[in-house]
């Protein structure tokens, strides 16, 4: 739980957190309209070492980074989901310079090529997914060396 508290004082700006802190532990956006899917993911990604916080459409990611004094590293973006999808979150993040720096894995059980491949997306993760394969894509993309799994 600390940690989450840690994520929401981080977003509302205060100057107390750790500086070292938010250098060792990117910072991922979680996009998904699934409540369980998104914060398992979130969970997943704390346990390895990132710092994580969810929204639940497109419309509420775009409000987060707008108003986030910290960006994140990476985005994980589920396709399918209500007020702003996928989709259309690429679209616009087309036309944002800063949105367009930051690397997007798109996440989704719908097709992702074609005529249904998002818009410049660096990488796809078909649902279900392995959550190791989360992880280590995780740590790839956002340029840590190394990812150990954790032990069960």
């Known amino acids: 739980m600390r940690l989450r508290r840690t994520i929401t004082i981080e977003l509302l700006g205060a100057n107390n957190v750790d500086e070292q802190e938010k250098t060792e532990r990117p910072l991922v956006l979680v ?15 704390e346990e390895a070492g990132f710092a994580a916080v969810g929204s639940c459409n ?8 707008a108003e986030s004094p910290r960006k994140p590293s990476l985005i994980l973006l589920d396709l399918m989901m209500p007020i702003l999808d996928g989709w259309t979150f690429c679209k616009v993040r087309q036309g944002v310079a800063m949105l367009m720096q930051i690397p997007v894995v798109a996440i989704s059980a719908a097709p992702m090529n074609g005529r249904h491949e998002p818009l410049r997306v660096d990488a796809t993760l078909a649902k279900p997914f392995d959550p190791d394969a989360l992880a280590w894509l995780a740590t790839r ?3 840590r060396k190394s990812w150990v799994p954790p032990r069960h």
Do not use: H, P, S, Y
Request: net charge negative; glycine share 16%; charged share 30%.
């Open 31 to 45: 996009i998904d309209d699934d409540e369980g899917i998104r914060e398992g993911i979130v969970d997943l990604l």
């Open 58 to 65: 497109g419309l509420d990611a775009l409000n987060f980074l």
């Open 141 to 143: 993309m956002t340029g």
